[in-house]
């Protein structure tokens, strides 16, 4: 594997090289071109548009006007290598997709993903969050520039079909308790951020969890839904006396009726899956597939960089004792790589 990732850092280096230097060249036209004369505002290549911005333009602007998404300004800022646009000085757009896999001369890209479970406004406990804690770790976030991402486009990252911000980051919540929806989700609102609730939907509706309505709501304000089975019992393990077909049969029943009820109740795609207690198998996975989902995540400590397992991907669990800087641990978001 290490070397399939050495392959990929040499040719993104050398498409990086082309890439600049041809910028740097063409860049010299503006600055160039017969002095005088009034220069163009841009001037399009094949694989990047040379542009020299006005003072009503931003990098979200440019990237809605040449790349069709407001949300990849990143990419232009990243590219030219500045925070800030200044009027009149040039700088280039790239057509091409680049940074595919978040290869760097001497690093790849890893994706945080963080797993909640419960919150609560007067303590905390191994798998409860205080409020206040929350909204520290989701201020810090903010603060220091992450995008919160959905899972589509993690997988999108990880099947080298788009990159993503340097900093891109994925917020997962477990189980369904009332809480989310009391406590997590108005903050994750204030702060614009995306969030995928794993839920088991045996769960759904009790004393202590989120009701169909209060998913419904969050559904259809952003926040994704998904399965983390029907009945939350280990599909890893057989019980004592059980036949392998019987095994077999209640593995197929409990992945299948999550994924009905979320399609049903919230009239959206199932495509993803959170394994009970992080456990999975071979048999398991190949269900999992032949089921129609795109990838599967377990609980196993780390970021997902883009050749992880899309059935086994890694997620970091946030106790309820984290200080903060237990908390900064879990969101690294690069991994550095000696090549020679």
């Known amino acids: 594997?290490?070397?399939?990732?050495?392959?990929?850092?040499?040719?993104?280096?050398?498409?990086?090289?082309c890439m600049t230097q041809h910028a740097?060249?063409?860049?010299?036209?503006?600055?160039n071109a017969g002095t005088g004369d009034i220069l163009p505002s841009e001037l399009k290549m094949d694989d990047f548009v040379l542009v020299r911005p006005d003072n009503k333009d931003t990098f979200a602007g440019l990237a809605a006007r040449y790349l069709g998404d407001a949300d990849k300004g990143w990419m232009i800022a990243k590219f030219n290598r500045q925070n800030q646009l200044f009027p009149g000085k040039p700088l280039i757009v790239p057509l091409e997709k680049i940074y595919l896999g978040g290869l760097n001369e001497d690093s790849y890209q890893t994706v945080p993903i963080l797993v909640y479970?419960?919150?609560?406004?007067?303590?905390?406990?191994?798998?409860?969050?205080?409020?206040?804690n929350f909204?520290?770790?989701?201020?810090?976030?903010k603060q220091n520039g992450y995008t919160v991402i959905g899972l589509d486009q993690l997988l999108d990252f990880m099947e080298f079909k788009s990159p993503l911000p340097e900093k891109a980051i994925v917020i997962t919540i477990d189980d369904g308790w009332?809480?989310?929806?009391?406590?997590?989700?108005p903050i994750l609102k204030k702060f614009g951020f995306t969030a995928t609730l794993f839920v088991y939907t045996d769960f759904i509706e009790g004393e202590q969890a989120m009701n169909w309505s209060q998913l419904k709501e969050m559904a259809e304000n952003g926040i994704d839904v998904q399965s983390h089975t029907h009945s939350y019992q280990s599909l890893t393990m057989i019980?004592?006396?059980?036949?392998?077909?019987?095994?077999?049969?209640?593995?197929?029943?409990?992945?299948?009726?999550?994924?009905?009820?979320?399609?049903?109740?919230?009239?959206?795609?199932?495509?993803?899956?959170?394994?009970?207690?992080?456990?999975?198998?071979?048999?398991?996975?190949?269900?999992?597939?032949?089921?129609?989902?795109?990838?599967?995540?377990?609980?196993s400590r780390g970021g997902a960089p883009f050749f992880e397992n899309p059935y086994?991907?890694?997620?970091?669990?946030?106790?309820?004792?984290?200080?903060?800087?237990?908390?900064?641990?879990?969101?690294s978001y690069k991994e550095t790589v000696t090549l020679k």
């Open 24 to 31: 740097k060249l063409d860049g010299e036209f503006f600055q």
């Open 178 to 185: 009332i809480s989310t929806y009391e406590i997590a989700y």
């Open 117 to 132: 479970h419960q919150f609560s406004n007067d303590y905390s406990d191994n798998l409860t969050v205080k409020t206040e």
């Open 135 to 141: 909204y520290e770790q989701m201020f810090y976030l």
């Open 239 to 299: 019980k004592e006396n059980e036949s392998f077909k019987s095994y077999f049969d209640f593995l197929v029943q409990d992945i299948k009726n999550s994924k009905m009820a979320i399609q049903h109740h919230l009239n959206q795609d199932c495509r993803y899956l959170a394994y009970p207690f992080g456990e999975t198998n071979p048999l398991v996975v190949s269900l999992v597939k032949k089921l129609g989902f795109r990838a599967a995540f377990t609980v």
């Open 312 to 331: 086994a991907i890694g997620r970091s669990i946030i106790y309820g004792d984290f200080d903060m800087e237990e908390f900064i641990k879990r969101i």
């Open 1 to 17: 594997m290490r070397q399939l990732v050495a392959v990929f850092f040499i040719c993104s280096s050398v498409f990086l090289g």
